[in-house]
């Protein structure tokens, strides 16, 4: 079970959907990734696209976000999400959103919206990693939804191939730990 590791929701244990269907970030991964980014956390703007439990959304507020945007396509997921949030009594806070349906359709709708965010963060199922995270960069750039000095990061699996210079960002690094990797990009 996943658990939200600091700030003000720290040591919730949410929610995840049983099955195979939905592969929550671990707690390792999530303290690595948050440890990298913990500078940019504060009052930042959050989308996690492919949430699953929300875990990461639900982090990033609870460490001082601004706000985060979770979005999920399956049903399942979505219940999850909205179980978690009532889990941790934010049911209803406007700086936790979640949309149903897929990232592309999250991301047009962002976009008609005018929404920009400071960090992006993909976790497809990792057979897709890399075709989700270049339609979804794609789309990032043509409806402008990711800030100046903003990161997209993409979780993937490191036995799958994951080409960084077909994606229309700027490769900033990856990291490995283990079977998952964490890829960095930002702004050209």
Known sequence: MPRVITGKYRGAVLFAP?????????DKVKEALFSMIQ?????????D??????????EAVSRGAESAVMVDKAGSAISIINRNLEKIRAQGDPAL?????????ALEKLGAEGKQFDIIFLDPPYKIAHSAA???????NQYNLLADDGVFIVEHSSEEPFVTNVIELK???SCSYGLTMLTFFGKE
Do not use: H
């Open 18 to 26: 049983k099955g195979d269907n939905t592969r929550p970030t671990t």
């Open 49 to 58: 696209l492919y949430s699953g439990t929300g875990q990461i959304g639900i």
């Open 97 to 105: 959103r979640v949309i149903k349906g897929s990232a592309a359709s």
């Open 39 to 47: 500078m940019r956390v504060p009052d930042s703007r959050v989308l």
């Open 171 to 173: 490769f900033n690094r």
């Open 134 to 140: 270049v339609e979804a960069a794609n789309l990032v």
